[in-house]
């Protein structure tokens, strides 16, 4: 099933679809605002996008781009006449503040760039001109939001899953004075674990502990059999007290397992002593905790992969957390 990470709060039963064009759909992760319709629409498997991160100064580029790249999903949106950027700008941030998504940066009109006027005004004009957006040979894609109005408004954020990263972009104008608002939105998505861009936070954690009940956490390393923590283990552990310090309710078993060599009973007293070794890391450095935590050894009774290679031996050498029932 798929997770509309970003509900606009303002979602109704009324939102009016059948005027699309054809074969356009909402990304799954950006929601409409109510009454809108998709005039424009393209999805490509890979593109390379500049989003801008950092206001112009007037009559110059941004000072600071994001360079972004993988499938892209590009809509543009016309929204029910009367609406306002201002309105339909604040729902979107409302949205993205409830889902935790990061905010890299966000303007409005002058504010851009420094300037109100018009023919100085090169923010929009360089974020949507045609040396940094391709429309896929449809030249009005981008047209609107490419000329200068007071009321304009654009935002970037990076939203991260525990397998995908999502770079978002919206930008809006109205198209005239007393004409309806447009708003185009840009997704970016990357496969995070395959590109090695996954990095792990307390979003990331909560989110496959709630989908899949318990996550693998890279990054924790011993001595070779011993349980003695090594130091760049903590940079893992942290985000753990992380999460369990931003979701108060949690509680979560801490498992410890190993690879087939040596004895099961050796093995069973190793990870046990492992999962207790992060157990009093993480109560030790960034939490009371108490009774939220159980550590577990389940030794070499639950491989990931086959044992017969020293590869699947390294994988199968390893810490979990598993989400408890409350």
């Not at 360079?67 to 006449?81: D, F, K, N, R």
């Not at 905010?103 to 504010?111: A, D, P, S, T, Y």
């Not at 939001?145 to 009321?151: A, E, L, M």
């Amino acid at each position: 099933m798929k997770t509309k990470f970003l509900q606009l709060l303002f979602l109704s039963c009324f939102t009016v679809f059948g005027q699309d064009i054809e074969k356009a759909n909402d990304h799954e992760l950006v929601t409409r605002y109510p009454g809108s319709k998709i005039v424009y629409y393209f999805q490509k498997d890979y593109n390379e996008l500049k989003f801008a991160i950092k206001p112009a100064k007037p009559e110059k580029e941004p000072q600071k781009w994001l360079e972004v790249a993988g499938h892209q999903t590009s809509i543009v949106y016309e929204i029910p006449l009367g609406k306002s950027t201002v309105e339909v700008m604040k729902n979107y941030q409302d949205a993205f503040k409830a889902s935790n998504a990061e905010i890299l940066f966000q303007c409005k009109g002058g504010e851009c760039d420094g300037t109100t006027a018009w023919y100085s005004a090169k923010f929009f004009e360089k974020v949507y001109g045609k040396e940094n957006r391709q429309s896929n040979g449809e030249i009005s894609h981008y047209y609107d939001f490419g000329t200068y109005h007071v009321s304009q408004r654009y935002i970037v954020s990076k939203i991260t899953t525990s397998d995908k990263v999502y770079y978002v972009e919206i930008g809006m104008t109205p198209t005239y004075d007393g004409k309806p608002v447009k708003v185009c939105v840009e997704v970016i998505e990357q496969e995070a674990l395959q590109s090695g861009l996954i990095a792990i936070n307390a979003d990331v954690i909560k989110d496959k502990l709630e989908r899949e009940g318990k996550l693998i956490l890279e990054g924790i390393l011993f001595d070779t059999g011993k349980a003695t923590l090594k130091q760049s283990s903590f940079k893992v552990i942290e985000k753990v007290g992380d999460y369990l310090n931003h979701n108060p309710k949690a509680r979560i078993y801490i498992v410890g397992h190993t690879d087939d060599v040596g004895s099961l009973d050796a093995n069973l007293q190793l990870s046990e002593d492992r999962a207790g070794a992060v157990v009093s890391a993480l109560m030790n450095n960034y939490g009371d905790f108490g009774t939220r935590l159980t550590p577990m050894g389940v030794g070499s009774v639950c491989p990931i992969a086959s044992n017969e290679t020293e590869e699947g031996r390294m994988k199968n050498r390893r810490v979990e957390i598993v989400l408890k029932k409350k």
